[in-house]
């Protein structure tokens, strides 16, 4: 799920930059011919996968906190457009020649646990986790996205196109606030929380995929060195640093 800022981190990524090379030059018939990054590619688009599928049931069930009928609905189609990113994932597992059920299911159970342990207790806290939560997975596959091979590279932006949440959520957290600032201080604490556990949830994921933390890092697709990767983390920090801006929180 994308937000408006996250199209920020995409951009400082690419501006200036060299054409492409290595993996990021080739097309996936000829990338996939190493198997050590197919099986990377595989488990990229699983987690992608099933966190998509796991953003439409969020959106489902945050409908039922919306505190009106336009509400329901503008969250109902936002459900909608998360299960067609899904889709999309899913038919192309499907199209390689790998099942998409057993290429998410090494996922499952993390992204599940992060979901229970960050759970809303209420509607706006719903919104600051999908604007702000979602989005530095976005940022950071979105970095990853310019180092995959070009077929692999379209589908992941694509997936990660903006679903409307991000304006959303602003317009709604902002009016609260606005209403109630005692609200502001709140919400900024759950925002940061949320920002530790996906990050942590994120490590735990990687660490436990041999060929998706190797890709990631540079070992497969060429990419990342020590001070690129720092770099990276810092457009991420940066970006979210924005989005709590943009929300009217202290980061």
């Known amino acids: 799920m994308e937000t408006p800022d996250n199209a920020n981190t995409a951009e400082d990524t690419a501006a200036g930059s060299p054409a492409p090379t290595g993996i990021a030059a080739k097309d996936w018939a000829a990338a996939s011919a190493d198997p050590r990054y197919r099986e ?5 688009l699983g987690v992608l ?3 998509e599928l796991a953003a439409f049931e969020r959106l489902a069930e945050d409908a039922k906190l919306a505190p009106s009928l336009a509400d329901k609905a503008e969250l109902a189609k936002m459900a909608s457009a998360e299960f067609h990113h899904f889709e999309q994932l899913r038919n192309r597992l499907a199209a ?3 099942d998409p059920t057993a290429a998410m299911e090494p996922f499952a159970k993390p992204l599940d646990d992060f979901h229970l342990q960050t759970a809303p207790s209420d509607w706006l806290e719903g919104l600051v986790k999908a604007y702000v939560g979602d989005s530095i997975a976005s940022d950071f596959y979105r970095e990853v996205a310019t180092r995959l091979d070009s077929d692999t590279c ?3 932006l694509s997936v990660l196109d903006d ?3 991000g304006n959303f959520a602003v317009e709604k957290v902002r009016a609260a606030i606005e ?7 709140r919400l900024a604490l759950w925002a940061r929380r949320l920002m530790g556990e996906a990050l942590s949830q994120a490590q735990r994921v990687v660490a436990e995929r041999d060929a998706l933390s190797t890709m990631l ?3 497969v697709a060429d990419g990342f060195d020590l001070a690129a990767v720092g770099e990276m983390f810092s457009r991420i920090t940066k970006a979210h640093t924005k989005r709590m801006a943009a929300l009217g929180l202290a980061s």
Not at 40 to 44: G, Q, W
Not at 179 to 185: E, S
């Open 40 to 44: 990377a590619i595989v488990d990229l």
């Open 49 to 51: 996968a099933y966190g």
């Open 96 to 98: 390689i020649g790998e």
């Open 154 to 156: 379209a589908l992941v």
């Open 163 to 165: 679903t409307g949440h």
């Open 179 to 185: 209403a109630d600032p005692r609200l502001g201080g």
């Open 217 to 219: 890092v540079g070992g």
